[in-house]
């Protein structure tokens, strides 16, 4: 049996992806499961355990934390646009089914393509494009834009979680590349999201039952294997050759909306999943066999 140590890079980040998107499926069922509760809220409580988990992985690292004056800016950036992204992806979740707000927040590597062009200095050949304008076909199948579909806003709003955590992870890749470890990207980012909506909870904190606080409890927890998997997972591989497996996620959250909540999907919507994981197939075999002539 392959042991990890010896495993290539981005055979850890493609087993690092699916992990991560098997802990964020069942947040986003805990999310669902907490109730008539803010976004903000939730926010809180899923990022206070990620912080927890972070911050003891640091101190039992023992060794001091420096930061270079190029790490600060990504570093801000991965912060901000990953709180917007959750707080997005969290409103969406209480509106829409579990796979449609799933899928619609999936959209972040088709995203973290286009920004990996203006920030990663990454070239983008025009099948590349094509295949990013396919899967924001798809999604539309799954928003299902209309002025009398009630279903839309939310949508757009999950659409928009998906385009912040795209330049999150964006930024992620962006950090792992100058050296900034893990553990220390996910204590910055929880830490800024519990900074941002600490004052909401101080002036308005809805009351919660302890069923609520356990059910959140347990999204911090499975948040939080999901925000270590994930970054690892882009520390070790570049996004256009592991991001494909993220929509592993996609099956899990159709899996728990249906046995958990009884949620199926209407059929624009099925089509919609089909289009965006076919572009996804789509873009990591043409990035494959790109990378077999470059060999």
């Known amino acids: 049996m392959l042991k990890w140590k010896n495993?290539?890079?981005?055979y850890k980040g493609m087993i690092l992806i699916i992990l991560s998107a098997f802990f964020f499926a069942q947040m986003n069922m805990f999310v669902h499961l907490s109730g008539?509760?803010?976004?903000?809220?939730?926010?809180?409580?899923?990022n206070f355990v990620a912080f927890i988990f972070a911050g003891i992985i640091l101190l039992k690292d023992g060794k001091s934390v420096k930061l270079t004056k190029n790490a600060v800016l990504p570093l801000f950036l991965r912060s901000l646009f990953g709180t917007i992204g959750i707080l997005c992806n969290f409103y969406a979740l209480d509106k829409l089914d579990l796979a449609d707000a799933s899928i619609l927040n999936k959209m972040s590597p088709f995203f973290a393509i286009i920004f990996s062009i203006f920030i990663l200095k990454e070239k983008i050949k025009p099948l590349q494009m094509l295949i990013v304008f396919g899967?924001?076909?798809?999604a539309m199948c799954v928003v299902k834009p209309s002025f009398g579909n009630a279903s839309t806003v939310p949508a757009l709003i999950a659409l928009c979680g998906g385009m912040c955590a795209g330049m999150a992870y964006t930024m992620v890749r962006l950090l792992g590349q100058r050296g900034v470890k893990g553990a220390l990207i996910v204590c910055v980012f929880s830490a800024f999201s519990c900074l941002v909506t600490a004052p909401f909870l101080i002036f308005k904190f809805t009351p919660m039952s302890s069923t609520q606080l356990i059910i959140l409890l347990l999204a911090g927890l499975s948040a939080a294997g999901g925000q270590f998997t994930i970054t690892s997972a882009y520390c070790y591989a570049p996004a256009k050759d592991v991001s494909v497996y993220d929509y592993s996620q996609i099956i899990f959250a159709a899996a728990l909306g249906f046995f958990v909540f009884g949620q199926i999907p209407d059929w624009l919507s099925w089509?919609?999943?089909f289009i965006i994981v076919a572009m996804a197939a789509l873009m990591f075999l043409y990035n494959k066999k790109s990378d077999s002539k470059n060999k």
């Open 7 to 10: 495993m290539k890079p981005l």
């Open 36 to 46: 008539e509760l803010p976004s903000v809220q939730k926010s809180f409580f899923r």
């Open 135 to 138: 899967a924001l076909a798809g």
């Open 271 to 273: 089509v919609g999943y």
